[in-house]
């Protein structure tokens, strides 16, 4: 596994020294794009429509529109003035509960190692997260950006995840259309709660799989062997259209899954 940053916890006096990996890849199938005629892979340069022609990366600047069509400038000395302290440290703010973070703040996720004589430490606070349930809130700086983040155990292993500050999160009340508290009937209810039921089940990440991802990973292996690709017909959705209907029809089908899998 590839080291991507090294550094420390840090939370009272305590330093950990600490490697950080990635923890999570995407497993996408990458595309060029080609020049259809010769099959060549396109290039990009960077072209001012105004002057019309290619700039130089040394004529280029970064500056932040704060008007319609008007820029300020920051120049690299300005912003390196500005730039947090990169201190190489995942300092700990706060101890809290998993459970009081909402999923929808959490970004990117990345192992922590211990380093170089941090086995100790790093094993030491482990336990402690793990015996009093608690996680860290933290702030760590890399390349200049700083980052909110949380220190947790996952399979006797530190992990750190990049969260989202609050203003960074959208606010639900934004979304149109949402509607407000609406008497429903009980039988209704009962019915959506007796489907979640039949659906419900021990989360086993490894029962899931990208079948897009398959199914094109195949379709290429097809054309580079010269064989043709046949489309599959799809299967028609069953037109339901009563609510109730629909509840019962898909908890039955549900059972039967289940019986059919052995899981009754």
Wanted: aromatic share 8%.
């Amino acid at each position: 596994m590839h080291t991507i940053w090294k550094g420390a916890i840090s939370f009272g006096l305590v330093n950990i020294p600490v490697k950080m990996y990635a923890a999570t890849e995407e497993k996408k199938i990458p595309f060029r794009l080609l020049h259809k005629k010769c099959r060549t892979p396109l290039q990009y340069t960077r072209t001012c429509p105004y002057c019309q022609e290619e700039v130089p990366w040394a004529d280029v600047v970064k500056g932040v529109e704060y008007a319609d069509g008007k820029y300020v400038l920051m120049e690299k000395d300005e912003l390196e003035a500005i730039a947090p302290e990169n201190r190489k440290s995942i300092e700990i703010l706060d101890f809290v509960d998993l459970r009081e973070i909402d999923p929808i703040f959490f970004d990117r996720t990345y192992y922590l190692g211990p380093g170089d004589t941090g086995e100790r430490a790093y094993t030491l606070l482990r336990e402690a997260m793990e015996q009093t349930g608690k996680i860290g809130v933290a702030q760590i700086t890399i390349r200049s950006k700083q980052s909110l983040a949380v220190v947790r155990v996952y399979q006797n292993c530190l992990v750190m995840e990049t969260i989202f500050y609050p203003d960074e999160v959208r606010s639900a009340t934004l979304v149109p259309g949402v509607p407000q508290e609406t008497a429903l009937p009980e039988k209704e209810m009962e019915m959506a709660r007796q489907l979640i039921e039949s659906l419900s089940t021990p989360f086993d990440p490894g029962k899931y799989r990208d079948d897009y991802r398959e199914a094109l990973k195949e379709a290429i292996d097809k054309k580079i062997r010269g064989e043709e690709i046949v489309e599959a017909p799809e299967a028609e959705p069953e037109k339901v259209v009563d609510l109730m209907e629909a509840l019962k029809a898909s908890i039955d089908a549900a059972q039967k899954r289940k019986k059919a899998a052995g899981t009754e």
